[in-house]
C-alpha cells in the first residue's frame, strides 16, 4: 500500500506496518518525551518551542495517576490544586505550538516516579487484580473529559494513545534492578500469580494426566504446581511459563483497551516493551494494540558487545513487529543517580548522533527521545527544565533531520539467520532460576541474547559486514535464497515443514549445529529431520570461515564494506533507497564499499544525498559514492536516493 498525501474527508488515524498517518498524510513517527507534571508550567511553552526549533512535530508525555490523585477518588487534570496539575492547559499548548500529542495514560508508567504511576494503594498489586482493575478503571474514567475534548477527532491534538510502559509479568522489583531509594517496594505476589498460573494450565490441559504426562513429572495435579524452576523444569514446562506470562499481558491489554474505548478515549493504541523482554510474544500482543516498540537504554556509545546487543534487539523487533520503531529511545545522559548511572554513564556529545543513527541503520524508523525535556532523575537532556538548549542539542537535530526524511522501507537481504521463539525462551531460562526475576533482564546490555551457537554465527556476520534478517522460523521464508540453521535440536514439526517447503522451492541451508530431530515434547522427527540434512542445497559447516561458506552459494550482496569495521545496510523504498554505512570500530576507516549488481543497476544515473554531509552527486558506478569519504569512528553515513 503506498504512502499518500491525500487527504482523507474525515479526521482519521492509521498506526501499522506504514507507521503513522493523519488524514491519510504521512507523519514520521519522531517524538520528544516532555513530562509537564515534571517541570514549572511557567516554562512549558518556551521547552515546547525550543521542542519545535529541534525539528520535532510530535511531543510524548506519560500521565501521572499518583500525581493527579489528590485523594482517593479525587483526580485534578485541570490545575485546580496546582498549576502543573493542569494537563489540559498543557495539551492545549501543544496544540498552540503546532504539535500533534502522544499521550502515556499508564497506568503504570514507571519513569523513575516512586509508585511507578499509579495511587500508592495500587502499586504493590499484580495488574489482573480485582483492585488494581477496579482502581485503573476509576482513574480512566476521570480522564476522558479531559482527554476525549481534545483527541484529533474531535479538533484537539492528541493523535495516539499508549497504554501501560515497560509491561512484564510476575510483577515485581528488587535491589539489582532498581537499586535507588525511593521507589515503593513491589513484592512478589505467590499467591495472586499462582492463582492464576493453574487456572490457566487448567485451560490448557485436558487432565492433571495429560499435565504429568507433558511435565514429565508423575503424579503431578494442578493444585501441587509449584512455580517454574528452570534449573530442573523440562523443556515443556519452561516453555508453558512463557506462554502464560504473554497470556497474562494479553488479558491485561485487553482490559486496558477496553477502559478506554468506554471513557471514550478512541485512538490508535501503542506500547513498548520492557528492554530485552522478546521473550514475551509482542507479536500476538499486536492483536490488542496497534503497535508495538521496544525500549532502547544503553552505556555510552554502545560499548564492545553492546552493538552486537542493540542489532540483535533492532533487528528482531523489525522481523516480528509491524512498525519497527523505539516509543522510548535515551535522550538523558543518565538515569537515577547514584544507583543506575554506574551502568549507563555519562554521555559525550557524539552519543546520541551515533546512537540514532546507528539504530537507523538496524533498521528502526521511529523514535522517541526520553527524555528530550530535562527533569528530575534525568540529566543533561537537549533541552533544560527552564527551557535552555544543551550542546548536545546539534545531535538530536541531525538524527531528526535525518529519520524524518525516511520512509517505510524493505531491508535488502536475500540471508535469514534462523529464529525461534522457543529457542530464545530456552536461553532465557537458563539464565535464571525463576520467573520472578526475569525483570533484571533488561539491565544484560552486554550479554549474548541468544543461545551460543547461534550467537557465534550472528557475530560472525557483522564482524564481516554480511547483512541477514533475522527470520523467525514460523513466518514466511520465500524471500530468501540462502538460510542459516544454528539452533537446538528441538523445533515445532509445522516450522521444520516449512523449512523442508522451502528447500523444495530452490532455497540453500547451511547448517552449523543440527537439524532438529526432536519437538517441543519430545516427539521423534528424526525423519523429516533426514530430508532436510540430505537435500542437495543443505549444507553443514560446523566450522571454517561463514564468508567462504556463503561465497560457496553464489550469494551475491546487496551492498558490503571493503574495510573491517564498517557495517552497511541498505533498505529499499517505495520511491528509492536509503544506505547507511557505519564506522563501529575505533579508527578512522575508508567508506569503500560494493553494490550488488541489481542495486548498482537501478540506481545508476539518479542523485544521491548523503543527509548528513549535505551533499548531493549523481551515481555513475557501482561503489555509490562520487568521492570515497574517510569514517571517523562511530561516525555514520546515511545516503538517500530519490527516483
Given amino acids: 500500500m503506498p504512502i499518500t498525501s491525500k487527504k482523507s474527508?474525515?479526521?482519521?488515524?492509521?498506526?501499522?506496518?506504514?507507521?503513522?498517518?493523519?488524514?491519510?498524510?504521512?507523519?514520521?513517527?519522531?517524538?520528544?518525551?516532555?513530562?509537564?507534571?515534571?517541570?514549572?508550567?511557567?516554562?512549558?511553552?518556551?521547552?515546547?518551542?525550543?521542542?519545535?526549533?529541534?525539528?520535532?512535530e510530535l511531543v510524548s508525555t506519560f500521565v501521572c495517576w499518583d500525581f493527579h490523585e489528590i485523594e482517593k477518588g479525587n483526580f485534578d487534570f485541570t490545575g485546580r490544586t496546582h498549576p502543573q496539575r493542569d494537563l489540559a492547559?498543557?495539551?492545549?499548548?501543544?496544540?498552540?505550538?503546532?504539535?500533534?500529542?502522544?499521550?502515556?495514560?499508564?497506568?503504570?508508567?514507571?519513569?523513575?516516579?516512586?509508585?511507578?504511576?499509579?495511587?500508592?494503594?495500587?502499586?504493590?498489586?499484580?495488574?489482573?487484580?480485582?483492585?488494581?482493575?477496579?482502581?485503573?478503571?476509576?482513574?480512566?474514567?476521570?480522564l476522558g473529559p479531559v482527554l476525549v475534548p481534545r483527541l484529533h477527532a474531535n479538533g484537539g491534538p492528541i493523535v495516539l494513545l499508549s497504554i501501560d510502559n515497560e509491561a512484564y509479568f510476575p510483577y515485581s522489583t528488587g535491589v539489582a534492578s532498581d537499586p535507588t531509594a525511593g521507589s515503593l517496594p513491589v513484592p512478589y505476589d505467590h499467591q495472586f500469580v499462582m492463582s492464576k498460573y493453574k487456572?490457566?494450565?487448567k485451560q490448557q490441559y485436558t487432565s492433571p494426566e495429560a499435565l504429568a504426562e507433558a511435565w514429565s513429572t508423575p503424579g503431578l495435579t494442578f493444585d501441587n504446581v509449584a512455580?517454574?524452576?528452570?534449573?530442573?523444569?523440562?523443556?515443556?514446562?519452561?516453555?508453558?511459563?512463557?506462554?502464560?506470562?504473554?497470556?497474562?499481558?494479553?488479558?491485561?491489554?485487553?482490559?486496558?483497551?477496553?477502559?478506554?474505548?468506554?471513557?471514550?478515549?478512541?485512538?490508535?493504541?501503542?506500547?513498548?516493551?520492557?528492554?530485552?523482554?522478546?521473550?514475551?510474544?509482542?507479536?500476538?500482543?499486536?492483536?490488542?494494540?496497534?503497535?508495538?516498540?521496544?525500549?532502547?537504554?544503553m552505556s555510552h556509545l554502545w560499548p564492545?558487545?553492546?552493538?552486537?546487543?542493540?542489532?540483535?534487539?533492532?533487528?528482531?523487533?523489525?522481523?516480528?513487529?509491524?512498525?519497527?520503531?523505539?516509543?522510548?529511545?535515551?535522550?538523558?545522559?543518565?538515569?537515577?543517580?547514584p544507583g543506575l548511572d554506574v551502568l549507563f554513564g555519562m554521555f559525550g556529545l557524539e552519543h546520541n548522533r551515533f546512537?540514532?543513527?546507528?539504530?537507523?541503520?538496524?533498521?528502526?524508523?521511529?523514535?522517541?527521545?526520553?527524555?528530550?525535556?530535562?527533569?528530575?532523575d534525568c540529566h543533561w537532556c537537549p533541552i533544560s527544565p527552564i527551557g535552555k538548549v544543551r550542546p548536545n542539542m546539534a545531535g538530536f537535530r541531525d538524527a531528526i533531520r535525518v529519520l524524518k526524511q525516511l520512509r517505510p522501507d524493505t531491508h535488502f537481504s536475500t540471508l535469514g539467520l534462523l529464529w525461534s521463539l522457543d529457542h530464545h525462551r530456552s536461553h532465557i531460562a537458563s539464565l535464571f532460576n525463576n520467573w520472578q526475576n526475569l525483570y533484571d533482564l533488561w539491565i544484560h546490555m552486554s550479554e549474548p541474547k541468544e543461545l551460543a551457537p547461534w550467537w557465534q554465527v550472528f557475530r560472525q556476520l557483522h564482524d564481516n559486514d554480511i547483512d541477514f534478517d533475522i527470520a523467525p522460523m514460523n513466518q514466511?521464508?520465500?524471500?530468501?535464497?540462502?538460510?542459516?540453521?544454528?539452533?537446538?535440536?528441538?523445533?515445532?514439526?509445522?516450522?521444520?515443514?516449512?523449512?523442508?517447503?522451502?528447500?523444495?522451492?530452490?532455497?540453500?541451508?547451511?547448517?552449523?549445529?543440527?537439524?532438529?530431530?526432536?519437538?517441543?515434547?519430545?516427539?521423534?522427527?528424526?525423519?523429516?529431520?533426514?530430508?532436510?540434512?540430505?537435500?542437495?542445497?543443505?549444507?553443514?559447516?560446523?566450522?571454517?570461515?561463514?564468508?567462504?561458506?556463503?561465497?560457496?552459494?553464489g550469494l551475491q550482496e546487496g551492498i558490503q564494506a571493503q574495510n573491517q569495521g564498517v557495517w552497511t545496510f541498505a533498505y529499499r523504498e517505495e520511491k528509492g533507497w536509503a544506505f547507511f554505512i557505519a564506522n563501529i570500530g575505533k579508527a578512522s576507516v575508508s567508506a569503500e564499499l560494493k553494490l550488488g549488481p541489481s542495486i548498482a543497476d537501478e540506481i545508476h544515473n539518479h542523485t544521491a544525498n548523503d543527509l548528513l554531509a549535505g551533499r548531493t552527486w549523481k551515481i555513475i558506478h557501482d561503489g555509490l559514492w562520487d568521492n570515497v569519504p574517510v569514517l571517523a569512528p562511530n561516525e555514520i553515513r546515511c545516503v538517500h536516493v530519490v527516483f
Fill in 476 to 553: 514466511d521464508l520465500d524471500k530468501y535464497k540462502v538460510l542459516i540453521y544454528a539452533g537446538p535440536d528441538f523445533a515445532r514439526k509445522k516450522d521444520l515443514k516449512r523449512l523442508k517447503n522451502w528447500l523444495d522451492t530452490g532455497g540453500t541451508l547451511i547448517v552449523t549445529t543440527a537439524i532438529p530431530t526432536r519437538t517441543l515434547d519430545g516427539a521423534d522427527l528424526t525423519d523429516l529431520s533426514r530430508i532436510i540434512r540430505q537435500a542437495p542445497a543443505t549444507t553443514g559447516r560446523t566450522w571454517g570461515k561463514m564468508e567462504d561458506v556463503l561465497a560457496q552459494t
Fill in 89 to 142: 492547559r498543557f495539551i492545549d499548548l501543544c496544540g498552540e505550538e503546532g504539535f500533534k500529542v502522544l499521550i502515556r495514560v499508564g497506568p503504570n508508567i514507571d519513569a523513575e516516579w516512586p509508585t511507578r504511576g499509579p495511587a500508592p494503594d495500587v502499586t504493590p498489586l499484580e495488574r489482573l487484580h480485582s483492585k488494581y482493575l477496579e482502581r485503573t478503571r476509576q482513574y480512566i474514567q476521570a
Fill in 9 to 56: 474527508p474525515q479526521p482519521s488515524i492509521q498506526l501499522d506496518e506504514y507507521g503513522l498517518r493523519i488524514d491519510g498524510v504521512f507523519h514520521p513517527l519522531v517524538a520528544g518525551e516532555f513530562e509537564y507534571w515534571r517541570n514549572h508550567d511557567l516554562y512549558w511553552r518556551k521547552i515546547l518551542s525550543q521542542m519545535r526549533e529541534s525539528g520535532l
Fill in 355 to 376: 546512537t540514532s543513527m546507528l539504530a537507523m541503520a538496524l533498521g528502526l524508523r521511529g523514535i522517541c527521545y526520553y527524555m528530550f525535556v530535562e527533569r528530575d
Fill in 199 to 201: 487456572e490457566w494450565l
Fill in 304 to 337: 564492545g558487545d553492546q552493538r552486537l546487543v542493540a542489532s540483535w534487539y533492532c533487528r528482531l523487533q523489525r522481523a516480528l513487529m509491524k512498525f519497527p520503531w523505539a516509543p522510548e529511545f535515551q535522550g538523558g545522559t543518565s538515569i537515577k543517580p
Fill in 227 to 297: 512455580e517454574p524452576n528452570y534449573r530442573q523444569a523440562n523443556l515443556k514446562e519452561a516453555l508453558d511459563s512463557f506462554d502464560f506470562i504473554s497470556d497474562i499481558l494479553h488479558e491485561a491489554f485487553v482490559q486496558l483497551k477496553s477502559m478506554c474505548i468506554e471513557a471514550g478515549i478512541d485512538l490508535p493504541i501503542y506500547t513498548n516493551m520492557k528492554q530485552f523482554t522478546h521473550y514475551i510474544n509482542w507479536r500476538a500482543l499486536e492483536s490488542i494494540v496497534d503497535s508495538h516498540g521496544l525500549n532502547l537504554h
